[in-house]
């Protein structure tokens, strides 16, 4: 497993993020901005909370990190 199958930029789509997901099998992903700071995590949980709340895969994942 390479350290870039466990970022993504904030500017994804969340079916960019599931693909992650399936590749890296850790759980998680971590979200950075354009300047390559960690600002937050994203699980699978939280995506399908998202998509249980009306999100789309189309979305931002944005819509659906933990910056806590």
Known sequence: MKNTDLVINNNAKIGDALKLLEINTKGFILVEDDSRVIIGVITDGDIR???????KIEDNVMSCVNSD
Request: charged share 30%; proline share 0%; glycine share 28%.
């Open 49 to 55: 909370r998202n998509i249980l709340k009306g999100g």
